[in-house]
Structure formats: structure tokens, C-alpha cells
């Protein structure tokens, strides 16, 4: 259910959340364009398409790896400044990749280390970043808060990528690395502006104790580990589908236009979907997220159904939206009900079980296609979806978390 209107409020755009907010702007801005720069540079540097392939590999595993090490660090310390260190040294890797392109000194080995440095950084930065959130703005203000930044993040991931390709043609790889190097660094000027709404001395355990207390508080939060495990089915029916699946069946049909033409829908309708919540935020999120996230199945449908141009656009453009729902509303309500002191690690665990499927899919689509046919799996795979959505609704856990109390340390910013 959809509340009525919602007065704007000074509450979301408190200084803090408002740096926040054009810090986390700017950082996605370089953060999409790098995938695509370095990409574009390897390619250009070695006209090899594995070694664009490895590198990328070796950004996505370090980040797996250290991802649950991130949410201690970010849950034992201040999340603020793990943001400004972190961005700093992300700043540091991409003027690396910039100047390895720009004097012609490409090697894969090199590639390969500041991947893996990348990754790295980004175990550490992810669980920080949703770990702040709620200590910038106050609990009745989180599903808006996170709306806007779903909807910032939507547009980010239209104009990055295309940007990054202006850049490229224009300026080359390597100069279009160091201007996203210049972006970490803005961000990081930006996060130094927050002050954090928490007041309380944490609790400094081991590494070792942080990793055991996240384990234990993540595995005893029944609606927690369920959604996680829902999420890492819907990732795995959905992103690789999706993506390789989808290209497959529409290429060619609709060529290449029409793909992006597609895609580009989808990013629209999570767009708008994230502008709504901002101003009509959901009554009982959990539950009615799941119920409008089952739309998010109607592109893999439609790849399956039909090669219209124009119900593909349409389906791709709800199923945005719908999945864009899905994801505003669970993390409002994993930062509404999950105490600060330990919700990076509860997030990172989150995470780890949610994305760790994907890489999986990835490998297994291709063979699956081949078994099954392109259109069948995809008509199969959004049926899937839709179970995957809707099952953990038959868990009390589930139905039950919107009418439990929000957790005791929100409190409301000073700035």
C-alpha cells in the first residue's frame, strides 16, 4: 500500500545526508565510467578481449573475499572516514590505470594488480556505504532517503557509461581515467563534510570478534537470512539472464539500438520508480516491495514471448521499476530495524550470499541456453523470479518485521 503524499521535509536534506548525497553522486559518476574506460583501454592497449575479461575477474574477486572483513572495519570505526580514505585510494589506483595507458606501458600483470587493489577498496567502501545512512537522517526519513538515492543512482548508470565512451573517443583511456580519479577525490572532499549522528563509543573487538558477532546477528535475524537467500535466487534468475540472455535473443532481432534502446527503458522505469517512493513512500515496505517486485520478471518474459520492440520496451520499463522497488524497500527496512553499531556487517554478510550467486549464473547461462533454448530458459527463469519473489512472504518472519520496533539508536542529525 501506497501512503498519501508525504510534506517535504528539512530532515532529508540536513547537511550531513546532503554531503552525503553529492559525495555518493560523483563517486558513482567515476566508479561507472572506470568498468567501461578501462575496458575500452585494455582492448585499445591489447586488442585482447581476455584480458579485459581477467581484469575484471580480478576487481570482482578480492571484493567477495574481503567483503565481510569490510563491515567489521566499517562497524568498528568511523564510516565517514572510511569513505574518505577509501576514496583517496580509489582515486590513487584510477590515476594509475590513467598513466599505465597514457605513457604505453600496458601489461597484464599491471592491469591485473590495480584490479585487484580496486576490489579491495571496494570490499571496504560498500559496507560503509550502507552502513551510513541511517546515522545522516532520521528512521520516518530512510525509505525516502533511500529512494533518492536509487533514482540518483539510476541516472548515474545512463549518463556514466556514456559519458566514459565521450571520454574515450575524445580524450582517450587514459585521460579519461585520471578525470575519475579527480571524481574520487571531489567525493572524498564531499564525505569530509558529513558528522555523523552517532555518539556512542563502539565497542572495540578483534577483527576475529567482529566477524564472529556479525555471523551470529545476521544468521539470528530470520527475515534477514531469508531475504538473503531470496535475493541471491532473484540475482541469479535475473542479472546474468538479463543481461547475456537478453542480448542473445534481441541482437538479432532488434540490433544493437534496440538493445540499448531497451536497456535504457529499464534504467528509466527504476529511475522514476525511486523519484515516487521519494515523495509516496510504501506502508508495510517489506511485504508490498515483494508483491510490486514480481513485475521485475517481465522483461525475461517478454524476451521469451515476443520480439516486439515496443512490449519489450514497455515490459523492460515496469520490470525497471518493479525491481527497483524490490531494493528501495528491503534496504529501508534493514536500516530501520538493524541496529548501526553492527549493520555494515550484517549488510556485507547480506551481500556476499546475495551477489555470490552471480558470477555462478554467469558461467552456467550459456549452458543452459544450449540445453534449453534461449527463449524457453528465459520464459523460465522470469516464472522463477516471481517464485523467488513471492515465497518468503509465506514466513511469518517476513510478514511480521514491519511491526517491529525500529531499532533504538536512530536518532535524529544535528546538521
Same mark, same amino acid.
Given at each position: ?35 567501461? %574506460?578501462? /575496458? $575500452? +583501454?585494455?582492448?585499445? #592497449? ?7 575479461? =581477467?581484469? @575484471? &575477474? ?109 571520454? %574515450?573517443? /575524445? $580524450? +582517450?583511456?587514459?585521460? #579519461? ?7 574520487? =577525490?571531489? @567525493? &572524498? ?227
Amino acid at each position: 500500500m501506497i501512503t498519501k503524499s508525504v510534506p517535504r521535509s528539512t530532515n532529508l536534506l540536513k547537511r550531513s545526508f546532503l554531503s552525503f548525497y553529492l559525495g555518493r553522486t560523483i563517486d558513482l559518476a567515476g566508479g561507472s565510467m572506470t568498468p567501461v %574506460v578501462l /575496458t $575500452l +583501454g585494455i582492448l585499445t #592497449a591489447s586488442g585482447s578481449i581476455t584480458d579485459a575479461g =581477467v581484469v @575484471a &575477474a580480478a576487481t570482482m574477486f578480492p571484493m567477495l573475499v574481503l567483503l565481510v572483513l569490510g563491515g567489521v572495519v566499517a562497524d568498528r570505526g568511523n564510516r565517514r572516514t572510511v569513505l574518505v580514505v577509501t576514496n583517496i585510494l580509489s582515486a590513487a589506483v584510477r590515476a594509475g590505470m590513467g598513466v599505465m595507458l597514457l605513457t604505453g606501458h600496458y601489461t597484464l600483470v599491471a592491469a591485473i594488480v590495480l584490479g585487484v587493489c580496486s576490489g579491495f577498496i571496494s570490499a571496504f567502501s560498500g559496507p560503509a556505504m550502507r552502513g551510513i545512512v541511517p546515522e545522516l537522517v532520521a528512521s520516518d526519513q530512510l525509505q525516502r532517503a533511500n529512494a533518492l538515492l536509487a533514482a540518483t543512482s539510476s541516472v548515474v548508470r545512463v549518463g556514466g557509461p556514456l559519458l566514459a565512451g565521450i571520454l %574515450v573517443a /575524445t $580524450l +582517450g583511456g587514459g585521460p #579519461a581515467l585520471v578525470v575519475d580519479a579527480v571524481c574520487a =577525490v571531489a @567525493a &572524498a572532499l564531499f564525505y569530509l563534510r558529513i558528522t555523523s549522528s552517532t555518539g556512542e563509543v563502539k565497542h572495540q573487538e578483534s577483527i576475529i570478534q567482529g566477524l564472529k558477532t556479525g555471523w551470529r546477528t545476521f544468521s539470528s535475524i530470520r527475515w534477514i537470512w531469508i531475504s538473503s537467500i531470496s535475493f541471491a535466487v532473484i540475482n541469479a534468475l535475473n542479472v546474468a539472464p538479463l543481461q547475456i540472455l537478453g542480448s542473445a535473443i534481441v541482437l538479432p532481432v532488434l540490433g544493437a539500438a534496440g538493445w540499448g534502446a531497451i536497456l535504457s527503458g529499464r534504467t528509466v522505469g527504476m529511475m522514476l520508480a525511486g523519484v515516487l517512493l521519494v515523495r509516496r513512500p510504501l506502508g508495510s515496505p517489506l511485504i508490498y516491495g515483494r508483491l510490486i517486485g514480481t513485475l521485475s520478471a517481465l522483461p525475461l518474459i517478454g524476451f521469451g514471448a515476443t520480439d516486439n520492440f515496443w512490449l519489450l520496451l514497455i515490459a523492460s520499463f515496469i520490470g525497471g521499476a518493479g525491481f527497483s522497488v524490490l531494493g528501495i524497500s528491503y534496504d529501508s527496512t534493514l536500516h530501520t530495524k538493524v541496529s548501526t553499531t553492527v549493520l555494515s556487517r550484517v549488510s556485507s554478510y547480506d551481500d556476499l550470499i546475495a551477489y555470490g550467486s552471480i558470477p555462478i549464473a554467469q558461467i552456467l547461462v550459456g549452458p543452459a541456453a544450449e540445453a534449453f533454448g534461449n527463449h524457453q530458459l528465459a520464459i523460465w527463469c522470469g516464472i522463477g523470479l516471481i517464485l523467488a519473489t513471492l515465497i518468503p512472504l509465506i514466513f511469518p518472519s517476513i510478514r511480521a518485521v514491519d511491526e517491529l520496533p525500529d531499532a533504538s539508536n536512530h536518532r535524529m542529525p544535528s546538521k
